[in-house]
């Protein structure tokens, strides 16, 4: 399982990203502060690092020069607010690997997470690429979904909201629970939009699949 470090300071977001990772299987850390991101990094053997630029103490875009300096190899992701086109330059030239725009949808920066460790993956971590249950096989790499033989379309959407489903088997996942992962912190409480999914998800993987749990919310059906 990966580690990763976020370095973030606003608590929402950072709670945010950190619940999102967790549910997607890797192994998420926090701090909110330049020079501690600094030490984290150097000491401990994180897999990525995404990296806000406006924090406390040294900012981000110091923490990723003296990491560099010191040989830092990490991959980094740069998140910031920040989207003038001088800070993607200078955080690139800085040595950053990509970059994310706030406001961003999980999924986004999920996507941006997996191509970043994808080359330092082992062929061992490249078979938990692949998820199933039932007859429905997703392959994470290539984003395709098959029921059966029958490849089947998905939105990103619907995409992460059955794989999040599938990573947490026999588990009552609450709509609450499915909207942070799936919808992130933009969206509208009370908002029936988990249901509308997982109708569209039944119609396109078959009814049997997700299982509603009265009151609570959703579970896949072992
Ligand atoms: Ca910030």
Redesign the pocket.
Same mark, same amino acid.
Not at 52 to 55: A, F, K, T
């Given at each position: 399982m990966n580690k990763i470090l976020i370095v973030? $300071?606003?608590p929402r @977001?950072a709670s945010f990203i950190e619940k999102g990772l967790r549910a997607n299987g890797f192994i998420p850390t926090v701090t909110?502060d330049g020079d501690e991101a600094i030490s984290m990094a150097l000491g401990n053997s994180f897999d990525l690092l995404i990296l $806000?630029?406006? @924090?406390p103490g040294k900012d981000?875009m110091a923490v990723l020069e003296e990491l560099r300096g010191q040989g830092e190899q990490l991959p980094v992701i740069i998140l910031?607010?920040r989207d003038n086109i001088d800070d993607k330059v200078s955080g690139l030239e800085n040595g950053a690997d990509d970059y994310v725009t706030k406001p961003f949808r999980f999924e986004e920066l999920l996507a941006r997470v997996r191509v970043r460790l994808r080359h330092s993956q082992s062929p061992r971590q490249q078979d938990e690429l692949i998820l199933s249950a039932g007859n429905v096989v997703l392959d994470l790499r290539t984003r395709r979904v098959k029921v059966g033989d029958r490849p089947v379309d998905l939105s990103a959407r619907e995409f992460t909201l059955i794989e999040t489903l599938i990573r947490h088997p026999g588990q009552v996942m609450s709509r609450e629970q499915l909207l942070d992962h799936v919808w992130g912190y933009d969206y509208a409480p009370g908002s029936n939009i988990v249901d509308v999914y997982i109708g569209y998800l039944r119609k396109k993987l078959g009814d049997d699949l997700i299982e509603t749990v009265r009151g609570m919310g959703y579970r896949l059906q072992s």
């Open positions: 973030e $300071d606003e @977001i909110r $806000d630029l406006g @924090i981000g910031t607010a």
